[in-house]
């Protein structure tokens, strides 16, 4: 996207979803039983042998959210006289009762040269703070969040990046090898590729190889801010302050990945290894699903695409995209016969698929299920709070009364029937992008962000959603969920 179009799009921003309902158990939701759920973990297993998996993790957030309450009390530490206010003063004695506790804080003690707790005793917290967040220290303030240790198996420390091995050995291995792919801050290329060595040596005795390859988010994606008034912010040397344009920008690197069935995850949602067992059985019954559904619908799209289709075959197609894809064709296929029937039906299949597994709304941030409204009809579409209008009474209850999450918990089906790759880039919503308000320096500026990965970069994907119990959503956004039991060892 050019300048003057980026300037363009900060002017008339972008429209909000609309919103028709919260997709439910029985209405865009399905809900699988214990049977169910083996049959699909089955098909899944047996799938492997000529089935090509990957793991697909978006790895280049800094931990600097995670931090970011720390960071707050290491200002003020930093100042000749501090003077913390109340909320300060209960996130410094929240850290201080819970120091000995993270994951994180044997490598610490090191880098103190003392224990936490006679450090903590002197009273001088600055340099403990210093030595956690700052550059001189163990600095993960700004290192990427999969490189921060989230769990202690008794001395042997294992960051989120690492635990993401293990959990995929659960359900990628294929042929004996498990193939990742993790996208990186290039300035990092190196720790990623010592702790790939640590993870790998760890869990060698497995007997299986890893196949783990590495992407950037490309700084062509990058966009320009601008100012509250839309003229472009400049930096110190006068030059375009441009920005990373959020994870959608990650569309290109998934876009080069060319497995039967790939699997995205958030690189901050793992749990310890005590707790695995729902996580792998989900994974693959995902993975059952998503194949289940690509095996018919390679079937029907192979048939659309001759020169002749019965019509008891049409009813079967009609029939499965209602009952398996809540997809009500009836009013675009009215008046409608012949090639024009199998015209439609190939498009409506003619796609990429995702799976996505989702939890029962529990209150957490971030996106859910919806039944959206757009030029080709209504669809399933994971939505994010900033992109509905929440001055809207309608559209603002249809989003609080949403029953599902979406923990980013997808399986994806990039190929068609004949095993060719689809072009990923031609399946987004344009229209779907965020305008959110930043800070440079001691100004409010505008940024732009493309469509989301899962938001409106697969909007014009099929869409599946299952749902998925809340044991396997375990997310570290702030220090704090470390303390949790998910990631509680010891």
Known sequence: MDIQKQIERFKRGYPYRRLLRPATVGDGIRKLGEDES????????????????????????????????LGVLQKVFSSKEAVLNPEEEKILEKFLSNATRLPF?????????????????????????????????????????????????????????????????????????????????????????REEKEAISLLSSEGVSFDVTYSVQDPQTDTIAVTMDNTPVTDADGSLLRRPAGHGALLKNLNELSYDCIFVKNIDNVAKEGLLSDTVKWKKTLGGVLLSIQKRVFRYTEALSSSWTSEALEREIISFCRGELF??????????????????????LHRPIRVCGVVKNMGEPGGGPFWVEG??????QIVESAEVDRDSSTQRDIWESSSHFNPV?????????????????GFVDPEAGIITEKT????????????????????????????????????VKTVWDLLKEPHQVN
């Open 105 to 193: 804080a044997g490598l610490l003690e090191e880098r103190l040269g003392e224990g936490l707790e006679k450090a903590v005793s002197s009273g001088d917290f600055g340099p403990i703070l210093d030595t956690l967040l700052g550059d001189e220290g163990l600095g993960y303030e700004n290192v990427p969040k999969g490189l921060v240790p989230f769990h202690d198996y008794g001395g042997e420390r294992r960051t989120a990046f690492c635990e993401h091995f293990k959990e995929a050995l659960g359900y990628i291995t294929s042929r004996d090898t498990v193939s990742m792919h993790f996208t990186i801050p290039p300035a990092f290329a190196e720790r990623f590729a």
């Open 375 to 380: 030029e080709g009809g209504e669809s399933l």
């Open 440 to 475: 440079f320096g001691a100004k409010k500026i505008k940024a732009l962000e493309l469509p989301g990965l899962w938001n409106g970069s697969m909007s014009g994907w099929i869409t599946v959603f299952v749902e998925v119990p809340f044991t396997t959503f375990n997310p």
């Open 409 to 425: 918990d997808i399986v994806c089906g990039v190929k068609d029937f004949r095993g060719e790759k689809f072009n990923l880039t």
């Open 327 to 348: 997809m009500d064709l009836s009013r675009e296929l009215s008046g409608l016969s012949g090639a024009g029937r199998r015209e439609l039906l190939f498009r409506v």
């Open 38 to 69: 083996r049959v699909f973990d089955q098909e899944y297993e047996n799938s492997l042998s000529e089935t090509s998996v990957c793991k697909f993790v978006p790895a280049s957030g800094a931990a600097s959210r995670m931090f970011r309450d």
